[in-house]
């Protein structure tokens, strides 16, 4: 899905296609994610995996002592928002960044989440499986919380290390769950 110029952080349009320039700036909240990543302790995480059947990629797997998490890291700027614009009686919460809905950003998570879920199989099927958008670059307000949409949590890079890290019953089976979803989710590169 093509992303309009003024929300991606730091996005030139002026010597390359502004697809070519999305996926630079999307490559560099990844990086930036990554590296967070690297500094929690008790996780494993699967970077870059393909979705199988699509040339579609994951950004990010961490399977952690909670469970597992899909993150897709997005390199937006603006502030990142929850509002109700469902009617009187009616909740129907939105994702928007930059004062635009960016929704569509939490189901094509749930959707990686999905196939998260079918690559754990039966074997390991009651691992939980949360769905983060972590934003790179985004604005929190004075107060930063964490922001949540159809049970996607939003967040910022330096709050991954905690959520993804927190105490859980599967800490003795992160590594055989990581094992078994290498095994399924290849690399995309």
Request: glycine share 10%; net charge neutral.
């Amino acid at each position: 899905m093509a992303q309009r110029h003024e929300d991606i952080a730091g996005g030139s349009a002026t010597h390359e296609s502004q697809p070519t320039a999305a996926w630079k700036i999307g490559a560099e909240g990844e990086v930036q994610v990554a590296e967070v990543l690297a500094s929690a302790t008790g996780i494993e995480v699967l970077h870059d995996r393909l979705v199988p059947g699509s040339r579609a990629n994951i950004d990010h797997i961490v399977v952690g002592p909670s469970g597992v998490f899909v993150i897709d890291a997005k390199k937006y700027i603006g502030a990142i928002e929850v509002r109700d614009v469902g009617r009187r009686f009616h909740v129907d919460e939105r994702l928007y960044v930059n004062g635009r809905d960016r929704s569509a950003l939490v189901d094509g998570v749930l959707w990686q989440v999905d196939v998260v879920r079918t690559a754990l199989g039966e074997e390991f099927g009651s691992i939980p499986i949360r769905g983060v958008l972590c934003f790179v670059g985004g604005e929190w307000g004075w107060i930063k919380k964490q922001k949540r949409v159809k049970g996607v949590t939003s967040l910022w890079p330096t709050a991954l290390p905690d959520h993804v890290s927190a105490a859980g019953e599967h800490s003795q089976r992160v590594a055989a769950i990581a094992v078994h979803l290498r095994s399924r989710l290849k690399p995309a590169s």
